[in-house]
């Protein structure tokens, strides 16, 4: 199924899972589960699923060993360091707030493809990323004083969310062009998942499971199952057909998204200028595109 979506589609369905990921960990997150606990539980399992996945859909696991060291690298950044600030940035603020922040993901994105080399930005993509950057700021001013309520500490964790899988999503494309994203994720899974592990023991031991609400264990099960199974599988599909930088772009629609949900399931208002940012951000999006609407397209690209 995933072959025959276009890149847009996968980015379409992996912005909504995105969107309602970081209110439902805030919410795991509150109703019983610590941070490192929820963090090294969903990894475990969800290298578990990618692991057996992969060898169903491919027989195999084999990597070249010249490759183990940069997969090793990039466990350590998108997994380790990216669920530490994660689960700690929410813990410190609302879900809200570090949503928010996420939406300066493809500007780390634009700045380390550049840096590297790895892609040739046009002035169209750097007027498109400004132009989103703006949507993402209208977003956060619509939202109060209460989207920042983490303070300093607060808002770097959330910037080390959009830092650390920028950092990521560009350093494993090399890899895509080898490996299938069900084989990648499940070797950055399972080597990211031993030491997030072993950081985690502590609280793990000490957790109180009986603490945990139903409702908290089926946040859980989402962030896990399409947060990071299905979202992975989607997502990077559509870094090997479009780029990184390009695929990022989308991802700016998830703070708008994401506050629409909080409306939905928080309570929480939306304002007139968090809707005016939602659409400067899919404006950003279509001067990416050079004001092309997208395009299904059946089979894969």
Known sequence: MVKRMSAEALLIVTVVIYAFNFTAAKFALDHGLEPLTYSSVRFVFAAGVFTMLTLNREGSLRVARIDLKWLALMALVGVVLNQLVFAFALDRSSASSTSLLFG??????????????????????????????????????????????????????????????????????????????????????????????????????????????????????YTTVLGLVIANVTYFTSIERVGAARASLYLNLQPFLGALLAVLVLSEELTAAQLGGGAVIALGILIARGFRLPRLRSGST
Do not use: C, N
């Open 104 to 221: 300066t993901f493809p500007i780390f994105v634009a700045l380390i493809a550049s840096a590297v080399g790895t892609e040739r930005l046009r002035r169209r993509h750097w007027a498109a990323t400004l132009v989103s950057f703006g949507g993402v700021a209208l977003v956060a001013a619509g939202g109060g004083s209460a989207s920042f309520d983490g303070g300093v500490v607060g808002v770097l964790l959330g910037l080390g969310i959009a830092a650390t899988w920028a950092s990521y999503s560009v350093g494993v494309k090399p890899l895509l062009a080898r490996y299938s994203p069900y084989r990648v994720s499940a070797w950055v899974m399972t080597l990211g998942a031993i030491p997030l592990t072993l950081i985690a023991l502590g609280q793990l031991l000490g957790q109180d499971w009986g603490a945990i609400t139903k409702l908290a264990w089926i946040a859980l099960a």
